[in-house]
């Protein structure tokens, strides 16, 4: 059974840094993507991050490019979010998800498991 677990989400103030952790168990993930999704309240989920686990290809959001930094730890099955410069508007419930391609994709129904979120709120 695959398993996503998110950690690392907490208040902060603008300006600020954050490291998001999620942790993948349950399969071999070399063949999948994966991603970091973010919700706000009221809001449509939006792609925030995506790496393929086998060859390290990213892919951002045009709203975090040159603030947040994806990567990957193979030997721990972990995926990072590296959060900097974080501003009030990146408040929301991020996600952690995978999905079985070697291409790097955007869209949330390209994405076959999701993780339970955590949450990321940024004080102005």
């Known amino acids: 059974q695959v398993q996503l677990v998110e950690s690392g989400g907490g208040l902060v103030q603008a300006g600020d840094s954050l490291r998001l952790s999620c942790a993948a168990s349950?399969?071999?993930?070399?063949?999948?993507?994966m991603g970091w999704f973010r919700q706000a309240p009221g809001k449509e989920r939006e792609f925030v991050a995506a790496?393929?686990?086998?060859?390290?290809?990213?892919d951002y959001a045009d709203s975090v490019k040159g603030r947040f930094t994806i990567s990957r730890d193979n030997a721990k099955n972990t995926v990072y979010l590296q959060m900097n410069s974080l501003k009030p508007v990146d408040t929301a419930v991020y996600s952690c998800?995978?999905?079985?391609?070697?291409?790097?994709?955007?869209?949330?129904?390209?994405?076959?498991?999701w993780g339970q979120g955590t949450q990321v709120t940024v004080s102005s």
């Open positions: 998800a995978a999905g079985r391609t070697v291409v790097v994709v955007n869209r949330p129904y390209e994405y076959d498991y």
């Open positions: 349950g399969r071999t993930f070399s063949n999948y993507i």
């Open positions: 790496i393929s686990w086998r060859t390290g290809s990213t």
